[in-house]
């Protein structure tokens, strides 16, 4: 691999044979040669003049207003989009949506995945196309046995899942998982081959406290202190402030803490985990704004709660990965 150049006179980075461009400004766009999804965002301190990332910290909702220096490179991941049913449906209600799903004409590049509630998932496992994987949404932390009311990993394998949700922010919350119980269920699963959705967030109070990153970080380290690999994560980005409630981050917002995760993941684990991860968004995803959130750079899709229970919407969503692939 070539040595890497920077050309300060015309702000181009290159890396081996690859091109990208160097932002050091607000008002600067971001223009890549690269039509891949994936991209790591690194964050350059340019002076004193040009912000830098703590100020980012010190005013989550500020964006727009502040100026970092970007390199964009090309990656390898794949659209992802996870429907999270939580306690919802009857045998009924599931087969109309089953049925939906399966008539439903998805994009070829896009990973989907549903989850259903526990009782459900054989039905849903037996009668849902292929084209469309099964997740758990909780996992117990170790091999199964004496532990009333929990499912293990052995048998949500069992019975046809691939993947589970960990860290849910109605898991840590209403039921009081902290994040290091949740670190320690992530790593269980994927050392018996579960994928792990790894869900983060901050609550209303800690966004206007300027605390966002704060809280995102904590989470993130959590998981990175158990994980025994990253090959089968997808981390989720979901403010409780927007989960259910019809209130969703703006295209900026959402943006914004998801460079600041790539960014904390290229810092402590690696920059090729944080070039890798897909970190996809949650929260009040529907339909209308699917679109605009997905033309983000940093935004390689969604794990959706409530429109995840309609088959023609969730379908939509599924399918503005045509809107990524545009602003790509």
């Avoid at 605009?292 to 919407?313: R, Y």
């Amino acid at each position: 691999m070539a040595a890497m150049a920077i050309s300060s006179s015309s702000a181009t980075v290159r890396i081996g044979c690859k091109k990208s461009a160097f932002v050091s400004n607000a008002s600067s766009s971001v223009r890549s040669e690269f039509a891949g999804l994936r991209r790591m965002d690194s964050m350059f301190d340019m002076g004193s003049s040009h912000c830098l990332f703590a100020q980012m910290q010190r005013n989550v909702q500020a964006v727009g207003n502040g100026c970092r220096g970007v390199v964009t490179m090309a990656g390898t991941g794949k659209f992802f989009v996870g429907g999270n049913w939580k306690c919802n449906g009857t045998k009924d209600s599931i087969s109309k949506l089953v049925t939906e799903l399966n008539s439903a004409k998805l994009e070829d590049d896009v990973d989907i995945v549903v989850a259903p509630p526990f009782v459900y998932i054989d039905q849903v496992k037996s009668s849902l196309t292929d084209r469309i994987e099964i997740s758990a949404q909780n996992a117990w932390v170790g091999k199964g046995g004496a532990f009333t009311g929990e499912i293990s990993v052995e048998q949500l394998k069992d019975i046809g899942c691939k993947w589970v949700i960990h860290g849910h922010s109605e898991r840590r919350h209403v039921i009081g998982e902290d994040s290091q119980f949740i670190g320690k269920k992530s790593a269980y699963a994927l050392t018996q081959g579960l994928k792990v959705i790894a869900c983060i967030g901050e609550k209303l109070e800690e966004r206007e406290a300027g605390k966002t990153f704060d809280v995102c970080y904590e989470q993130l380290k959590a998981f990175a202190d158990n994980m025994p690999s990253w090959d089968d994560v997808v981390i989720a980005y979901e403010p409780v402030w927007a989960i259910g409630t019809g209130k969703v981050a703006s295209p900026q917002q959402a943006q914004e803490v998801h460079v600041a995760v790539r960014e904390w993941l290229s810092k402590n684990v690696s920059a090729e985990v944080a070039s890798q991860t897909r970190i996809i968004y949650g929260g009040s995803v529907n339909g209308g704004n699917s679109a605009e959130l997905a033309k983000q750079e940093d935004i390689d899709g969604f794990l959706v709660g409530g429109a995840s229970l309609k088959g023609p919407e969730f379908a939509s969503i599924c399918n503005s990965v045509t809107a990524k692939k545009v602003a790509a």
